[in-house]
């Protein structure tokens, strides 16, 4: 393995309270790369991505054990702050969240509470350009983002999480509330975005998974099964297990 | 058909039940129509000797003593002065507490502290009324010397520690509303607890919290006994808050009391004052109402 190693999980496990979703799983994700976590729901893709922004604090039964490595740093280390964490780390969500204020507040927010010291609107357009939302919308930012349809919402929740410029960008399912062409030009964006930052996106549709990343990991029951190339993961399963999933046979 | 006749059975049964239920329903709605129209026909009595200028205008109340005036803006002055106190107190108080028990709190503490809260809000108010007597008075004449036995702060103190559980416990609904998804977006991109329970979350739940404050004003405005008890019975026109003040609440008490002779002139003052009462109150809750509505329709 050759590239450089952005993210790293060693002996990583997630409880709920008693229940165990995720146990033992040691993964590293290249820089600048795009890695699908894939598996049949419940199997911990989400708690996975959640563990590298430090998004399970917020849960308050969740317990995390083993250690999760940004650029060599312990993430969970005592005195790592989440709020830079999340910072360095950014992330989309399921379903589009944009905050009930204008489409240029929703991305100043972040801009603002981290001190930025340029010009705002300037960064705004660079984020709206870089998230393929800017032609849409550049003469109405003072609009409610409220009003955009869901394929604009979530692309207006992609350049929210640029502005602050993260190195990686967690996606946690963000086509799952689209419909097929928002889909697809959420797809393009990704691809758009690829090269410039390593994104983990979490998905539960495999063509999706195959058509966007680089490498895919399967997910099985808070396992580990299998991670490699995309093609080689979806062409040559070594796991019967990752080869039943993929074939539509279990999931 | 042999269905029919137990259809029809169940259908006249049915039709009794509407018709109980409706008639239950009737009757609340008939008793609110029927004191709005005893207050409207008394008040065109009043309003035939006094012009509606010189009640919503006057500065001097003066109804029994000669030469009368009927001026209510000294009343409104008192209940304002008491509610605006009242307020001062309850909705920052009341903001704060919402926001720690929605933010900041444990599971565990919002579950003790909310019940308690609303637990608060059920001690009857002539309770409250002896407290204000016994306890804030004698300490506010201490530390301020010159306080009469009855004084606006007193009250007001007191009318604000009352309507405190209603400001923070129904704005700690409207905070609670506001979906965790914009909460994980704010974290998202770096924004700590406070910044997140500032900037998003308050914002968001601000229709309901306005929905909440309104509320609460409108109950200090139509608190009666705290009022009676504390503030006393002198109408004027003052902002001091030492000072004893006359509610339109404990001008209503006064003269009921009393024994006005029915018809008379000051016997119609009491329903002017709460007709007047009555619209302010009325207009205040169909407000928070329609705030409510706004901030639900906004987090469809």
């Not at chain 1, 709920?16 to 699908?36: F, H, K, N």
């Not at chain 1, 009930?100 to 930025?116: D, H, T, V, Y």
């Not at chain 1, 869901?150 to 946690?172: H, K, N, S, T, Y």
């Not at chain 2, 039940?17 to 008639?23: D, Q, V």
Request: aromatic fraction near 8%; glycine fraction near 8%; proline fraction near 5%.
């Amino acid at each position: 393995m050759a590239p450089e190693a952005v993210l790293e999980t060693v002996g990583l496990g997630v409880r709920y309270g008693e229940t165990r979703v995720i146990e033992d799983i040691s993964l590293t994700i290249p820089t600048r790369r795009v890695v699908a976590f894939i598996g049949p729901s419940g199997c911990g893709k989400s708690t996975l991505l959640r563990c590298f922004n430090r998004m399970n604090d917020l849960v308050p039964t969740a317990r995390v054990t083993g250690r999760v490595l940004f650029r060599g740093r312990d993430l969970y280390a005592p005195g790592v702050e989440p709020a830079d964490v999340r910072r360095a780390i950014g992330m989309v969500f399921q379903k589009p969240n944009p905050f009930p204020k204008s489409i240029f507040e929703n991305i100043a927010f972040g801009l603002r509470i981290n001190g930025f010291q340029d010009d705002i609107g300037d960064r705004v357009e660079a984020s709206l350009r870089a998230a393929a939302l800017w032609d849409e919308v550049s003469h109405r930012l003072d609009a409610d983002a409220l009003g955009l349809s869901a394929g604009q919402q979530q692309r207006l929740c992609i350049a929210r999480a640029l502005a602050v410029e993260p190195e990686v960008l967690l996606m946690d399912e963000p086509a799952s509330a689209l419909d097929p062409i928002a889909t697809g030009r959420m797809e393009d964006l990704i691809g758009e975005l690829r090269g410039d930052y390593t994104i983990v996106i979490v998905t539960h549709n495999m063509q999706q998974a195959a058509r966007i990343s680089d490498d895919t990991a399967f997910l099985y029951m808070g396992e580990l099964v299998e991670y490699k190339e995309t093609q080689r993961l979806f062409t040559n399963p070594e796991d019967e297990r990752t080869e039943a999933y993929i074939t539509g046979r279990r999931g | 058909m042999r269905k029919s006749e137990p259809g029809s059975a169940s259908r006249v049964g049915e039709r009794l039940i509407g018709a109980l239920l409706f008639s239950s329903g009737a009757l609340s709605i008939v008793a609110t129509v029927g004191i709005v129209v005893v207050l409207l026909t008394e008040s065109l009595g009043f309003f035939a000797e006094v012009s509606p200028v010189e009640f919503l205008a006057g500065t001097r109340w003066s109804p029994d003593l000669v030469p009368r005036s009927f001026g209510i803006l000294p009343l409104v002055n008192g209940t304002l002065l008491v509610a605006g106190g009242a307020a001062l107190i309850a909705l920052p108080v009341g903001l704060a507490t919402a926001i720690y028990l929605s933010e900041f709190a444990s599971i565990r503490t919002k579950r003790t502290v909310k019940p308690a809260l609303e637990i608060l809000a059920g001690i009857p108010t002539v309770v409250y009324g002896y407290f204000a007597v016994t306890l804030v008075t004698p300490v506010l004449r201490t530390l301020f010397p010159g306080v009469g036995v009855f004084n606006a702060a007193s009250a007001a103190i007191v009318v604000g520690i009352m309507i405190l559980p209603m400001v923070s416990s129904l704005s700690e609904d409207a905070l609670s509303a506001v979906p965790g998804s914009l909460r994980e977006a704010a974290y998202g991109v770096g924004a700590t607890r406070f910044e997140v329970a500032t900037r998003i979350v308050v914002p968001a739940g601000l229709p309901g919290i306005a929905a909440s404050f309104i509320l609460a004003i409108s109950r200090a405005i139509a608190e009666t006994i705290v009022v009676t008890l504390a503030a006393g019975a002198t109408p004027g026109m003052t902002l001091d808050l030492l000072q004893s003040v006359q509610t339109m609440t404990a001008y209503i008490v006064q003269v009921s009391l009393g024994d006005a002779p029915s018809g008379s002139i000051e016997y119609r003052t009491l329903f002017a004052v709460g007709l007047l009462l009555f619209l302010i109150t009325l207009a205040l809750n169909l407000l928070s109402q329609r705030m409510t509505t706004r901030f639900r329709e906004s987090f469809r």
